[in-house]
């Protein structure tokens, strides 16, 4: 990471004297979307186009963590192989959490293996991550990809394509959370995580931190401390994480809150290259909170196919953004995100079949309806 200026962790009182102008936006023109990235602190790398917005696709992974009905290893194979045709670059594949937290990541390692030895076709690298909750999970994708002979990093060749093996780590940001999520306190959870990184960065594996309900806790409710989520946030970055994804996992966030969290991001040092956004859209609120970090300067985003997802520790709360959506509403804003939106619309319907539940994508039907004539 190499050094950084000490973080403005000062409080509520360094907060309130900080004047910032009402954010105005200007949906239906992409000249209003921020171009000029902030000073970088905390930054890992340069990014590319200011217009290029990757996406990260949680569908086989978040995605499907809380569905009850049992799925098929050929299906989430399937299902992967699938989204590789599309055009995004990151998916995450699985996780190796306990089955008994999540029986239905019990095929992760399946998937991992299957991953190494024939990876779907595709026109551009593809990164695969996968959630590991402690090291002994990354202590067994690490054996299995021992046992594969494989490297973190797989150029491409005539017969493979080029692929990249990643891993994600969480915390959260309020206490009540992490102790039902993970069963420890946010300190402890961050001290778990220490290790996870340091063999992370032994086998030169890329790291992506969560840091969960920075938006709204199911226990706590939606006045969840900016600052709180800025120092978990940073944390992350200095102990080498390569990016963190802030998550409102329970869908309680809104505009203005949205960007008062991307402020105090911002006012601790922490660059919009070192951010991805998860948005869950419980209340209908989650592209009206990625069009606020757009003009923010925020770049990354996650989304689920079909909106696929929901948290096993939130009650209530709805799938992640759909991934036709986002795509549908950036790309209308004038951005790039290199996916097929059509082929992500008849993916959704796919999956939304496979689990015999609703399509909660409105752009991917919409779509469908309109390829059909």
């Not at 209003?32 to 996406?55: C, E, F, N, Q, T």
């Not at 409102?248 to 922490?270: H, Q, V, W």
């Not at 992500?344 to 689990?355: D, F, P, Y």
Request: proline share 7%; glycine share 8%; aromatic share 6%.
């Amino acid at each position: 990471m190499g050094c950084s200026p000490p973080l403005p962790f000062l409080g509520a009182c360094y907060l309130s004297r900080m004047k910032y102008p009402r954010l105005r936006l200007s949906l239906f023109s992409p000249i209003s979307i921020r171009r000029a990235p902030p000073a970088r602190w905390l930054a890992s790398d340069a990014g590319p186009s200011p217009d290029y917005v990757h996406i990260v696709e949680v569908g086989p992974r978040d995605g499907l963590q809380n569905e009850k009905k049992s799925i098929p290893l050929e299906t989430k194979i399937q299902f992967i192989e699938k989204l590789v045709t599309t055009g995004v670059t990151t998916i995450e594949a699985g996780s190796f959490v306990p089955v008994k937290w999540v029986p239905q990541m019990a095929s992760t390692s399946e998937i991992l293996q299957h991953l190494l030895r024939s990876p779907p076709q595709s026109r551009h690298a593809i990164a695969y991550n996968y959630l590991v909750p402690n090291v002994k999970g990354l202590e067994n994708m690490v054996e299995i990809m021992n046992a594969e002979a494989a490297t973190t990093e797989t150029p491409g060749t005539p017969s493979k394509p080029a692929t990249t093996t990643e891993i994600s780590l969480f915390a959260a940001a309020t206490e009540a959370f992490s102790r039902a999520n993970t069963n420890c306190t946010i300190e402890e959870s961050l001290e778990r995580s220490r290790p996870i990184v340091e063999l992370a960065m032994t086998r030169n594996i890329r790291v992506r931190g969560y840091v969960s309900v920075a938006l709204g806790c199911p226990y706590e409710g939606p006045d969840i401390s900016p600052s709180k989520v800025a120092e978990i946030t940073a944390t992350l970055l200095e102990m080498g994480a390569d990016e963190v994804s802030v998550a409102d996992t329970t869908g309680m966030g809104t505009g203005p809150r949205t960007l008062e969290l991307l402020r105090t991001l911002a006012a601790a040092g922490i660059a919009n290259s070192d951010l991805a956004l998860h948005f869950h859209d419980t209340y209908g609120q989650a592209l009206v909170n990625t069009v606020v970090a757009l003009e923010h300067g925020v770049r990354i985003f996650d989304s689920s196919v079909g909106g696929l997802g929901g948290c096993p520790y939130s009650k209530g709360a709805t799938g992640n953004v759909a991934t036709e959506d986002l795509v549908h509403t950036l790309h209308s804003l004038g951005m790039h995100t290199g996916i097929n939106l059509e082929e992500m619309a008849k993916i959704g319907a796919w999956i939304s079949t496979e689990l015999d539940r609703a399509n909660d994508s409105r752009a991917g039907k919409a779509t469908l309806a309109r390829l059909k004539g």
